[in-house]
């Protein structure tokens, strides 16, 4: 899903991967334990742990966004696809989202 994306950069940490896009980071995996970390608004971050607790918990807040965990065991590929898009575009350039349709137009 990242491959539709524009200007990913991945970074490997010892024990996890962080994705930016023109020097912001707007996600995290962490292959141990099945999970992503991936910004969001904080409305967005609320919602999905209050409907999912399961799947989704609060990971933190900066600079008025809300970073979600998500339990891939517990997500389908389309919503994860969606989340990850999300993310993505709150972080990129507008001139970059503005080059990648919207996933609702795929």
């Known amino acids: 899903m990242l491959d539709t994306l524009v200007d990913v950069t991945r970074a490997e940490g010892e024990q ?10 707007f ?7 099945r999970t992503v ?5 904080i409305s ?5 742990v209050a ?11 900066s600079g008025g966004f809300g970073w ?5 065991d517990g997500i389908e590929a389309d919503e994860l696809a969606e989340l990850v898009f999300e993310a993505w575009r709150l972080s ?5 989202v503005a080059e990648v349709p919207d996933l609702a137009q795929r």
């Not at 996890?16 to 980071?25: A, P």
């Not at 409907?51 to 807040?61: D, G, H, I, L, N």
């Open 92 to 96: 990129a350039p507008e001139s970059l």
């Open 68 to 72: 979600v965990v998500v339990h891939l």
């Open 37 to 41: 970390g991936l910004k969001q608004t």
């Open 51 to 61: 409907e999912r607790p399961q799947v989704f918990e609060v990971q933190f807040t």
């Open 44 to 48: 967005e971050q609320l919602a999905l």
């Open 27 to 33: 996600g995290y995996y962490w292959p141990r334990t």
């Open 16 to 25: 996890y991967s962080s994705f930016s896009v023109s020097g912001k980071r």
